[in-house]
C-alpha cells in the first residue's frame, strides 16, 4: 500500500497548488511592467493604436522565457504574413466588396487548416495569419490606399508589444525552459516511483489512475516545453533528441509499471524479490529529499535489478502458474528497471550535455498523423461562418457589425483545433464579460476625469496584476488571458481619454456578439467530435504496430518510442475529460508502447541465426496475423485468436527448447497477448 506521507504527495501532486508561488508573482510583474513599458513606448512613437502593444504582451506572455520567445515569433511571422495576404488581397479585390470579403473568408479557412496541421507554437502563427488579414483589411473597407499603411502601423504595434514582452521575460529574472525542463522531468520521475511503488504493493486503483493520467499530461507538457527550449536558446537544440528519446522511455517504464500490476502473480516466489527490490528502489526514491541531485547509485541499482530480472529462474523455485508466465513477469520487471534507468541518464544527459557525433536520422518506416479530415472541416467552417457574417455586414451596412466579422474569425480560427472549442470560445466569452465592467469603471470614469499615464498606472495595475497571476494558474488561464486582453481592448488606452459611453458599449456588443456567434457556429456547424479525432489516432498507433509487423525496414527502438509519445501527447487532450472511457483509451495507448517494444523484440529475434527454422516460421506467422487483426477486426466482430495463438505459441516454443533466448521470446508472446487482454477495445479497429 501506498504509505500516508507519499498518498499526501500524491493528494498535492493531483489538485495542485492555489496558492500563487514566488514564481507567478515574479511572472505577474514581470508582465504588467512590459505591458506598461510597451504602451509608454507606443505613446512615444504616436502609434495609432498603442492598446495592440500593450494587448501583445499579455497574448505572448508565458511563465517560461521560451514560451514566450516562441509565441512572440510565430505571432510576429504571422502578423506578418496576414498583413501582405491583406494588402493583396484589398489591391486585387478592393474594388468588388464581395469578392474581397469571399477572398479573405477563404485565406482564413486556408489558415485555419494549415494550423489544424501543426502544434503549438506553429499552429498559432498559421491561425493568426488568417484573421490578422481579417483585422487590418476591414479598416480599409472602400479605401484600399490605407492598406498599407494600416498593415504597417500593426506590424510596428505588434513587434513593439513582442520585443518588450521577449527582453523582460530574457532579462528580468527569467525562469528558463531549458530549466524547466529538467524540473519537471523531475517531478515527472518522482511520480512514476510514486506509481510504481502503489503498483507493486497493489495501491489504491483510483490514486494510481489519477496519477496514471497525470504522468501522460506531463509528458505532453514536457514535449511543448522541449520546442520552446530549442527556440529559447539555439545550444539546446543538441539535447532535443535527448528529451524526446527520454519521455519515451518514460512512457515505457509507465506501461511496464502498470502491466505488473494487471499481473500481479502476488505468490510466485520467482517474482517476489524483483519486485521488492524495485518497490524499495521506487519508495526510497519518491521519499528521500534530493534523491536526483545524484542519480549514479540509482542506475546502479537499477542495472543490478535488471540483470537480476533477466536471469532465467531455477526450475526448483516455485513459480505459480507456469514458467513462461513467471520469464513473461520477469521481463517487464527488467523493463522496467531498464526504462527508469535511461530515464535517469536522459536527466543526466540535459543536466550535463555532451556533443557527440551526428548520427543518421533516417526516418523510420512509420507516419506521423494529420488529421486532414478534422483540418478540412475547421477549415470550412471558419471560412464559412467568416463569410456569412461578412455577407450580413454588407447586407445591414451596420457599421459595429466589422467588430463582429472580426471576432468571428478569431474565435473560429484560433480555437478550431481544440478538442472542445465550444467550452473553449466559451471561457473566452466569460473573461470578455467580465472584463467589460471594469474597462468601463476605468476607461469612461475614472481616466476622464483623472487623465495620463500616471493615474492609469494607478489604476490599471491592480486589475492587471492578480489578471498574471490568474494566467500563470493551468485552471484559470483562459479566462483570465480572455480578460486581460479584452480588457485593454476595451480600455482602449490614449493619451487623452474622453468619456463616450455610446461608443464604448457598441464596440464592446459587437465584440460579445461575434464571440457568441462563432460559439454557435461550433455548435451547429460541422459541430467537432473529439471521439472521431482520438479515433483516427487510435487507428494511426494501430497501424504503426501492425507496420512494426510487415516492415522490411525495422526502426531503432528510439524511433518508435518517440513517435508513440507524439501519438499519445495528440490523444492525451482529446480523452483526459472522458471518464472511463478515455481511461481505457488512453491506458491502451500507453500499453500500445509495450506492445509495440514486444514486436521490435521478436523481429530481431526472427532474424537471428540462433533460434531454429520452425521459430522462425512460427513468430512471422503470428506477426501477420498480429497485424491483420490491428488492421481489420472491429469491435464486436469475432476474435481472430490472435491472443489464443499468442499463447499457443509461447507454450510451444517453452517446451522445445527451455534455453533463455527460446523462452525470452515465449515471454514477448504472453507480453503482447496480455496488453490485448486488458485493453480488448483498443486493438479493434472502430467503424467510422
Known sequence: MISPQLKDYVD????????????????????????LIALLAAYALKLD????????VFIVAQPV???????????????????????????????????????????????TFVSSLLRNPEAYGAALAGYTAMIIALPAFGQPHLVVDLAIARCAEIVLGIVCAGLTSRLILPKLASNAIISRLKRCILDLAVYAGGAFSGGDVATLAGLHRKLVADTQTLG????????????????AHPVRRTIGQLLSALSAARALHSHAAPKNAALIPVRGELQALVSELAAKPGALDDTTPWVARLDAIAGKARQMPDASVDQGDDRVGTITRLTIAADFAEALKQVLRGLDALRAPVVRPARDRRQPALLVHRDHQGAWRNAVRAALA????????????????AGTVILVAVVSSLFAARPDPVQVSWGFFRGTLLALPFAFLVGQVALPALPGFAWFTVFVVPILVPTALAMANPR???????????????LNPHQAMVYDPGLFFAGSASVLVGILLAIGVFIVVLPADPWLAANRIVRAMREDLARLCLHERVPRRSAFESLAYDRINQLMPLVQNA???????????????????????????????AIPPETALSISTFLRGLARELLFRAPGEPDTSTIAVARQYAAGIAQRNETGEM?????????IAAAMEDFPAFYAKQRA
Not at 75 to 90: Q, W
Not at 476 to 490: D, K, W
Not at 587 to 608: D, K, N
Open 65 to 111: 522565457a521560451g514560451m514566450v520567445l516562441a509565441k512572440g515569433f510565430y505571432r510576429l511571422l504571422g502578423t506578418l504574413a496576414g498583413g501582405l495576404a491583406a494588402v493583396g488581397i484589398t489591391t486585387v479585390f478592393g474594388a468588388s466588396p464581395w469578392v474581397l470579403v469571399t477572398a479573405l473568408a477563404v485565406w482564413i479557412g486556408l489558415c
Open 224 to 239: 511543448e516545453m522541449r520546442a520552446y527550449a530549442r527556440l529559447e536558446a539555439p545550444s539546446f537544440a543538441t539535447r
Open 12 to 35: 498535492t501532486r493531483l489538485t495542485g497548488l492555489t496558492q500563487p508561488t514566488r514564481s507567478d508573482w515574479i511572472f505577474a510583474l514581470r508582465t504588467v511592467s512590459a505591458g
Open 476 to 490: 484559470y488561464v483562459g479566462v483570465a488571458t480572455a480578460f486581460a486582453i479584452n480588457f485593454l481592448a476595451f
Open 386 to 401: 467568416t463569410l456569412l457574417v461578412a455577407a450580413f455586414w454588407l447586407t445591414t451596412k451596420w457599421t459595429e457589425t
Open 663 to 671: 523462452l525470452q521470446i515465449a515471454a514477448s508472446l504472453r507480453i
Open 579 to 609: 471518464g472511463k472511457r478515455g481511461d481505457a483509451v488512453l491506458g491502451g495507448s500507453v500499453a500500445a508502447v509495450t506492445v509495440g517494444l514486444e514486436i521490435l523484440r521478436l523481429r530481431s529475434a526472427q532474424q537471428a541465426t
Open 49 to 56: 493604436h498603442p492598446q495592440w502593444a500593450m494587448m501583445t
